[in-house]
């Protein structure tokens, strides 16, 4: 069968491939393509050439039209390229015909978003969510080209019934396969949540946000741990849990997983466990790169996940992390073209929606470690209210302690 990780060869180089209709502007396609590179760079695959077409739509049979795709086949074999790498799920169907055509392998971006995964998943827990995600992405994608799945089964040897294919006979194995690590999911499961009662009823803070903002960085400077901080996509996997406190007040803050657009169905629903961290939060702290061009709108795709996960409202602080990167240029007054976000200064940007949310959105550097202390402050008291609510007779003995720390 094909490997699922195709990273074993590193510095693998190839093409990235998009297409602009009447859903996905060029600015956004290049912008998706961007961030492909990176994930590609995250797999040690190194992105040569960006490819774009407009369609009305992809083409069911092969994404791109037939021209774009001798276009690209032609770059390919003059520069001796070993991959090529898709920016939309891709179909079985047009798997099959962009790989006849163009004769190298080809990924799409849910199946290098899943090696990104089965790369950096370090516990047993996560490599067995990132291995069901793989079974389930596969499942519709066999053909008679895949062979011997029976290798994959990581235990007895399943003689192949009579007259049955070979295609069939993989469909089987990685059905049963599906089922087993669910199986086993369910059992980690249990043995997860009663660790999470065995917390008692501390308070709970979970760090939420696209991947890549700063998370784990924050997550090291409120713990004063050493939690795995690195710019990459998906740098961690495992949700980190460390005791917190803050003046008298302890509580616990989890790290989780960063999300991403597209980012694959089957993976939110084989990592529900390890959200489970969010869905029994107390306290959201939303973390956004604010240096990014569309902040905006990975704000967006980060709520939209957490309302798949968890459509309670609970109380939420947006962390604007990054200012030490955020970039102004002012415009001339005799250029006409159109406003971008590079021409909105971080004070212009402070005053507008951000200016209603008071005391739930705070601008930072965790790198420069710059208002970090006004950062605690403010939990602090999001924390304290909720413990308050909590256990009613505390209120007494923290008026005392602030009268005596005052």
Known sequence: MKDFIITDAQNERAVLVGVITQHQTEEQVEEYLDELAFLADTAHIEPVKKFTQKMESPNPATFVGTGKLNEIKAYVEEHELG????????????????????????????????DIFAMRAQTAYAKTQVELAQYQYLLPRLTRMWTHLDRQRGGGVMMRGVGETQLETDRRIVTEK?????EQLKTIDRQMASQRKNRGKMVRVALVGYTNVGKSTLMNLLSK?????????????????????????PFLLSDTVGFIRKLPTNLIESFKSTLDEVREADILVHVVDISHPNFEEQIEIVENTLNEIDKTDKPTMLVFNKVDAFTYVPKDDDDLTPMTRENISLDELKGTWMHKMADDCIFISAKDKMNIEELKNRLYEKVKKVHIERYPYNDFLFQRYEEETD
């Open 178 to 182: 599906i089922a087993f690590l669910k």
């Open 83 to 114: 991959l090529a790498i898709f920016d939309d799920e891709l179909t079985a169907k047009q798997l099959r015909n962009i790989e006849k055509e163009l004769n190298v392998p080809v990924l799409d971006r849910t199946s290098l978003i899943l």
């Open 225 to 249: 741990s050493e939690v795995f901080a690195e710019n990459k996509l998906f740098a961690t996997l495992d949700t980190t849990v460390r005791k917190v406190i803050i003046d008298n007040l």
